[in-house]
């Protein structure tokens, strides 16, 4: 395959249809825990967001400028939901992300970033550089990039206290995942974020909630909901628009006030396609008329429940932690408080696990696992209001088996 340029092992799976809860090839079908890296929060293909799209698609797709009142609908309903004053939709979290730092810079005439290792921000030069210490994903960045960025571990106190101390006048703002979802995800010990919030109202910095997975995935209000804690600059993507591209930056009026003065610039062609409004529009009808989130909370609690009992059952020693929608379990016993943590699992078994998954119907994305754990992430498993009876006994019948099979080649390969 490398005409696609990309490295694709034996158990990759190569999908022709997508439907519900299931990845669909012309002789197998699999349960879908990975939905399009989150975005399907629906399941794949729900009828309202195509047919809406359907209709668009014959109207018109990009007249460019944000010149239609779709888009200024959307931007009203997302402010609503976010509590925020204004935003820039762009095409994808990457550029949403882009649009917080810059616009954080601007508003606070700052240069320096304090992120946390293991949080993904998008593939741009800064998002990506020090995103796990040693990953490769360096090559084509300037090593300047990494200049402004100041980095701690994830639930650190102490270590962000003392960043902020010694670099609080120079600190634009701090940006995190509300929940560290690339980790396989690890949720912020009590009252982490709420150091957050005030260290940045303190040393005047911004604080940036990179919700492109927890937005609309934990709530309609998301981490920022779930949490109780309020940012100033908010990003959002991937379930907001059921795989169609779009991306949101909102915030308060004062930190998006470089954009609104011409201070900070961002524009782009594709920003606010039509096509992507309407799928937004179509979602959040859906979130308002379904109970999307009841579904998403029962399966997700009861599929955790077995996969507890299973590893129970058969004496492995695992942590399972996040949220019903989006949650992991770490082959280990030790607490998961950080991407350092998650990776001291057990992480050649789970890779194991992921592959013996697959070959019996069951799609989990391993994340990016290599003998340096210093240059790793892992993925999670992520739970849709689609998935049902019968994408859960097809899981259930699937995991201990394939469990079973990946302990046998932990221990042959050893």
Not at 36 to 57: A, F, I
Not at 61 to 83: F, M, P
Not at 137 to 165: C, E, K, Q
Not at 312 to 327: L, N, S, Y
Request: net charge negative.
């Amino acid at each position: 395959m490398d005409e696609l340029s990309g490295r694709f092992a034996e158990s990759e799976i190569f999908v022709e249809r997508a439907h519900g809860p299931w990845l669909i090839s012309e002789n197998q079908r699999w349960v879908d825990h990975v939905l399009g890296n989150c975005s399907q929060l629906l399941g794949h293909s729900h009828p309202v967001v195509v047919d809406r799209v359907q209709e668009q698609v014959a109207r018109m797709t990009n007249v460019g400028d944000h010149k239609t009142n779709e888009a200024y609908r959307l931007a009203r309903r997302i402010l609503e939901i976010s509590g925020m004053d204004s935003l820039r939709f762009v095409s994808s979290g990457s550029e949403a992300v882009h649009v917080a730092l810059r616009t954080a810079r601007a508003a606070t005439g700052r240069r320096k970033v304090l992120k946390f290792a293991g949080h993904y921000h998008g593939w741009f030069a800064e998002e990506i550089s020090r995103f796990v210490p040693q990953l490769d994903y360096a090559g084509g960045i300037s090593p300047a990039a990494p200049g402004d960025l100041l980095i701690a571990d994830w639930n650190d106190a102490d270590a962000v206290r003392a960043l902020v101390a010694e670099h609080g006048n120079e600190l634009a703002a701090i940006i995190c995942e509300p929940i560290l979802c690339h980790a396989g995800p690890v949720p912020p010990v009590d009252g982490f974020l709420e150091l957050l919030r005030s260290q940045t109202t303190a040393s005047g910095a911004l604080l940036i909630f990179d919700e492109c997975i927890t937005g609309f995935r934990l709530g309609i209000g998301g981490a920022q909901e779930w949490s109780g804690v309020k940012a100033d600059l908010v990003t959002y993507s991937k379930a907001l628009s059921a795989g169609f591209p779009l991306g949101v930056c909102a915030g308060t009026a004062a930190a998006m006030a470089p954009l609104a003065e011409g201070r900070a610039y961002q524009a782009a062609t594709y920003d606010a396609n039509s096509v992507s409004v309407a799928a937004a529009h179509a979602v959040l009808d859906v979130l308002g008329t379904e109970p999307v989130y009841e579904r998403i909370t029962s399966y997700g609690e009861r599929l955790r429940g077995f996969i507890g009992e299973t590893l129970t059952a058969h004496d492995v020693k695992a942590v399972c932690q996040g949220v019903p929608a989006v949650f992991q379990h770490f082959f280990t016993e030790a607490p998961v408080r950080n991407h350092r943590d998650a990776l001291a699992s057990d992480t050649v078994l789970y890779g194991f696990l992921v592959e013996e998954l697959l070959k019996r119907g069951v799609n989990i994305y391993k994340g990016d696992l290599r003998p340096d754990p210093d240059a790793s992430w892992l993925s999670q498993w992520f739970v849709s209001s689609a998935h049902d009876d019968e994408s859960f006994e097809t899981t259930t019948a699937a995991y201990p088996a394939a469990l079973q099979a990946a302990l046998r080649r932990r221990r042959e390969a050893k």
